[in-house]
C-alpha cells in the first residue's frame, strides 16, 4: 500500500505538473509527460506481480495449498484478477507505446491528465489499511470513503471529457467533434483505459 501511494502521489503531481504548464493542450512539451513513464512501466510491472504474491497467500490462508509460481496457482490469479491485470497489460504494452512513439511531439497536456487518474489511489489504499486495522467505524474511514468517490469519479471518470472538451476548445470545434480529428489510437486508448472505470467506481 506505501509503494502504491508513493507511486500515486508522484504520478499525480507530475500530471498537475504537466497539465499546468502547457498552455496549448496539443503542441506544448514538458518533459515529465515523458520521463515519468520510465517509472511508471517497472511500477506497473511490480504491481502485477506483488498482486499474485497477495493472492497466492490468501489463497494458502483459505488452506488451497498450491506450490507458489506454479502453473496452477498463476492461473486462478489470472482468473481472478483479469480485469486489473488487464488494466495494467494494457498500460505496459500499449500506452507506453503511444506515449513514447506514436504521438510524436504532440499531447503532453493529455499525458499530464492521465497521471492525474492516480489521485484516488492513496485514498483506496488507506481505505484498505482501515480495513486490514478494523477501523470501518471510524469518522476517518468515512472521510476517507467520500474522498474516494470524489477523486475516483473526477479524475477516472469526468477526466476524459474534460480532456476532449480542452482540445475541442484549443481548435475552435465543438466537443463532439473531437472524436473524429483525433488519431484512431487516441480514441481506442481512452476507451480502453476508461470502460473499466465505472465498474470499479461501483465497487
Request: glycine share 4%; aromatic share 14%; with cysteine.
Amino acid at each position: 500500500r506505501l509503494v502504491s501511494t508513493v507511486q500515486a502521489t508522484m504520478a499525480t503531481v507530475s500530471g498537475i505538473t504537466v497539465v499546468l504548464s502547457c498552455k496549448n493542450v496539443v503542441h506544448d512539451r514538458h518533459w515529465l509527460a515523458v520521463e515519468y513513464i520510465w517509472v511508471l512501466v517497472p511500477y506497473m510491472t511490480y504491481d502485477i506481480y506483488v498482486m499474485y504474491l497477495c493472492h497466492w497467500h490468501k489463497s494458502q490462508e483459505k488452506g488451497i495449498l498450491e506450490k507458489k509460481h506454479s502453473l496452477a496457482s498463476v492461473w486462478s490469479f489470472l482468473l481472478q484478477e483479469r480485469l486489473m491485470v488487464t488494466h495494467h497489460l494494457f498500460i505496459l504494452i500499449v500506452l507506453t507505446p503511444i506515449t513514447q512513439h506514436f504521438r510524436g511531439e504532440l499531447g503532453d497536456f493529455f499525458v499530464g491528465c492521465i497521471f492525474t487518474a492516480e489521485l484516488s489511489t492513496p485514498f483506496v489504499s488507506l481505505g484498505k489499511i482501515l480495513m486490514q486495522l478494523k477501523m470501518q467505524d471510524t469518522l476517518l474511514h468515512k472521510v476517507n470513503g467520500i474522498l474516494i468517490l470524489v477523486t475516483f469519479f473526477l479524475c477516472r471518470i469526468l477526466l476524459f471529457p474534460f480532456m476532449y472538451a480542452a482540445y475541442a476548445r484549443q481548435v475552435g470545434i465543438p466537443v463532439y467533434l473531437v472524436p473524429f480529428r483525433i488519431p484512431l489510437h487516441c480514441n481506442i486508448a481512452n476507451a480502453s483505459l476508461i470502460a473499466p472505470q465505472p465498474y470499479w467506481f461501483r465497487l
